[in-house]
């Protein structure tokens, strides 16, 4: 079993290891949720201040055309698009996830008119279910919302499918689908595919175009680190951009907006996918956290989060042993995300313990407890250190305690 010392050693041959001076992070504290919301990034504190006080502040609406704020979306977009595995113009960063979500599934749906089912896991995250059936509910032209166990989706692949609608890795235990052979099977059966990428962009390479992907969404604010609520973005494959009527025409969609003509026409493009004006502040904050990418290798970055969450899964297991502790994600680092979650049927309150302790990490109903794990700032000492405090917090019993038993608001 490796110690400390050798933890120690694996990061000073880390090749990622200076990228962890380019985030704030506070002393004493073991940031293990960057898959709810990411570290912020030394460089963005700078660029809000540039823009606020200069841009605003000096340049006011000028800076609309001077600072180039009009072609934040598309800039930004073009700045996720190798994370992805898309080219330039294949991506929009804009609204929510769950917006972008709508905007993908009406228009995949039109284009797939002769269909009516769209297809998911019973398991997939509960917003796109939710946006799903509104959709499917607003319509109001008899589609289905199929949903059915993980393994029985490809089997229920077929001619009646209009869209496969998945996330690439399971908010709860970091499961990860076979983006490429499902989106292939889909392919053989007519469906259009619809990818979240909410929980794999920023963590692990990401293959849209050799995937065959039809449409994705993601969101800015986990392993991208554009701060608590950053601007999404969403994908469309390049053969069908002009194919897409979008359901929400505003005017930033519109393929001259300040014409103000009364007729919608929509943009040439993924331009099209806007809608209203955006926000400026957020998409800066994304902007600036989105250059560090650039120096980074995807394959490496992988190699590292395989080899924290090895350690974790490890650690956890030797040291936890006969304390209530089950691992809850998949043991074979290939059918994996960069998280591991562990079962506990006091999930919430050790996870309020830990947080108590220093070491940062989240909880999901109805019992796990989330460590999502960001390479470019964790460190190997760091999942050792936070393995150990986790076996002392069960073995001496320290969560539980009323208020680490007192669920707030957000878990």
């Keep these: 079993m490796i110690d400390r010392k050798q933890c120690e050693e694996l990061d000073r041959r880390d090749p990622l290891a200076g990228f962890r001076e380019r985030f704030l992070l506070p002393e004493g504290i073991i940031y293990l949720d960057g898959n709810s919301l990411g ?15 200069r841009e605003w502040g000096e340049g006011l609406i000028r800076s609309w055309n001077a600072a180039q704020w009009i072609e934040l979306p598309q800039r930004v977009g073009d700045k996720i698009a190798p994370l992805i595995g898309a080219r330039a113009g294949e991506v929009v960063a804009a609204d929510s996830t769950s917006v972008n979500l709508f905007k993908l599934l009406c228009a995949g749906l039109e284009i797939a008119s002769s269909r009516r089912v769209i297809l998911s896991e019973r398991a997939n995250f509960p917003t796109d279910v939710y946006v799903a059936a509104g959709v ?3 319509l109001r032209q008899g589609h289905e919302l199929r949903l059915v166990e993980r393994e029985g989706l490809l089997a229920a692949l077929d001619e009646s499918i209009a869209l496969l609608m998945l996330t ?21 059966n007519g469906a259009l595919t619809l990818w979240d990428l909410s929980h794999s962009a920023g963590a692990m390479p990401v293959e849209l175009e050799s995937s065959g992907v039809d449409l994705a969404v993601g969101c800015g604010y986990k392993y991208l680190n554009g701060g608590p609520g950053a601007p999404a973005y969403l994908y469309v494959r390049r053969t069908l951009q002009d194919r897409i009527r979008p359901p929400l025409s505003g005017w930033m969609g519109h393929r001259e907006p300040f014409a103000f003509t ?7 493009g993924i331009a099209r996918n806007l809608c209203g004006t955006p926000p400026v502040l957020a998409m800066a904050s994304l902007d600036a956290a989105l250059d560090l990418w650039s120096e980074v290798d995807m394959s ?7 080899a924290l969450s090895e350690l974790l899964i490890a650690t956890v297991e030797e040291r936890c042993a006969g304390l209530g502790l089950a691992l809850a994600s998949p043991r074979e680092a290939e ?3 960069s998280q591991v979650s562990f079962q506990h049927e006091q999930g919430y309150a050790v996870m309020q313990a830990l947080i ?4 940062i990490g989240d909880f999901r109903a109805p019992d796990l407890i989330r460590f999502g794990l960001t390479p470019l700032y964790l460190r190997y000492v760091d999942i050792y250190d936070a393995a150990l405090a986790l076996a002392e917090i069960l073995r001496e019993r320290h969560w539980n305690r009323p208020e680490y038993l007192r669920r707030a608001a957000v878990t």
């Excluded at 108590?356 to 070491?359: D, L, R, S």
């Design 39 to 53: 570290a912020l990034p030394k460089a963005v504190p700078a660029r809000l201040g540039a823009v606020v006080a």
């Design 136 to 138: 499917r509910d607003l």
């Design 356 to 359: 108590a302790a220093g070491v």
């Design 335 to 337: 059918h994996r995300g």
């Design 300 to 306: 490496v970055l992988r190699a590292k989060s395989v």
């Design 262 to 268: 009364t007729g919608y026409a929509p943009a040439k």
């Design 168 to 188: 690439q890795v399971d908010f709860r235990s970091g499961y990860r689908h076979d983006m490429a052979g499902l989106t292939a099977a889909a392919h053989r």
